[in-house]
């Protein structure tokens, strides 16, 4: 069985409808999919519809985008209950400052000449969606500032950037205890992708842990060998599962759809500390 936990739509910064990454994932030969669009459930309809005449199984999910000392940090929420009220009203904060520091990183682009408009913005992303960096990319490209999403990151968007403005987001540790709280399954995304930018030290895992961290995503294309030799051992010692991802966006970046994946035991064990009621959606 194949097992990919960790994709994007255009709910948030991927470029496929969630329908068609469902469609994708059956392509590429997947038994399982998750999707996990930042910090909104908006995609999940369209996906749950999807799955089953697809012939693949869903795993509803979000990723919550946190922040540890000015640190960023990403954690996997699956199958959170999405009406939970205070895990709700977080994103719901989260998206908002996102719609702000949008505002903010093109009024400093503009007052250096780079023709980017907000209007430009949303009009790479569609009325639900939670807006980012890589749609102000997408803007970029189609007017010929940049040639691709990487490269607009690479030269004006990345963190080191003078035209970087960070967001409102909730500590790792805060964000465990939401996603426990709703009924979810957390998992650290990433946790050790230094190409990215700073990452977290192990006691922050420590520490998230003992909020209830369920897992870390080890196999993932942004972590070296060592880096996953490490998580491996990390996560026997804090008794965590082990997860491997895709991080899929469709175009926006070169991950592709099963190219790391994740145990099917581990899957039994995510749908098992669940307690939400929200279901794994099977054909």
């Known amino acids: ?21 469902v469609a994708e994932a059956s392509r590429a030969g997947l038994d399982v999919v998750a999707l996990t669009d ?6 999940w309809p369209a996906a749950v519809a999807a799955a089953p005449e697809l012939g693949v199984t869903l795993v509803p999910g979000v990723e919550i985008s946190c922040s540890h000392k000015g640190i960023s940090v990403h954690l996997l929420g699956y199958l959170p209950d999405p009406d939970h009220a205070a895990l709700r009203a977080e994103l719901d904060k989260a998206r908002d400052s996102r ?7 093109v009024e400093r682009m503009a007052a250096d000449g780079i023709p980017v408009t907000v209007e430009a913005v ?15 990319a997408d803007a970029l490209v189609a007017v010929g500032v940049v040639p691709t999403r990487d490269a607009a990151f690479a030269d004006i968007l990345g963190n080191g950037s003078r035209y970087y403005v960070s967001h409102y987001a909730p500590s790792p540790v805060r964000a465990v205890e939401l996603v426990r709280a709703a009924g979810g399954v957390p998992v650290m995304a990433h946790p050790f992708a230094a190409a990215r930018g700073w990452t977290v030290d192990d006691d922050v895992i420590a520490d998230m842990a003992r909020a209830g961290l369920a897992g870390l995503e080890v196999d993932h294309r942004d972590h070296t060998e060592e880096q996953r030799a490490h998580g491996r051992e990390l996560a026997d010692e804090l008794g965590l599962l082990v997860t491997g991802s895709s991080d899929y966006h469709g175009t926006g970046k070169l991950n592709r759809l099963g190219e790391n994946t994740t145990d099917p035991a581990v899957l039994q064990e995510i749908e098992r500390q669940a307690t939400s009621g929200v279901e794994v959606v099977r054909p």
């Not at 069985?1 to 990454?21: C, E, K, N, W, Y």
Request: without cysteine.
């Open 122 to 136: 949303r009009a790479q992303a569609g009325a639900d969606t939670t807006l980012g960096r890589p749609h102000i």
């Open 99 to 105: 719609v702000t520091r949008i505002e903010r990183m």
């Open 38 to 43: 930042h910090d909104t459930y908006a995609g």
């Open 1 to 21: 069985m194949r097992i990919d936990l960790h994709t994007h739509s255009t709910a948030s910064d991927g470029t496929q409808p969630p329908q068609d990454v």
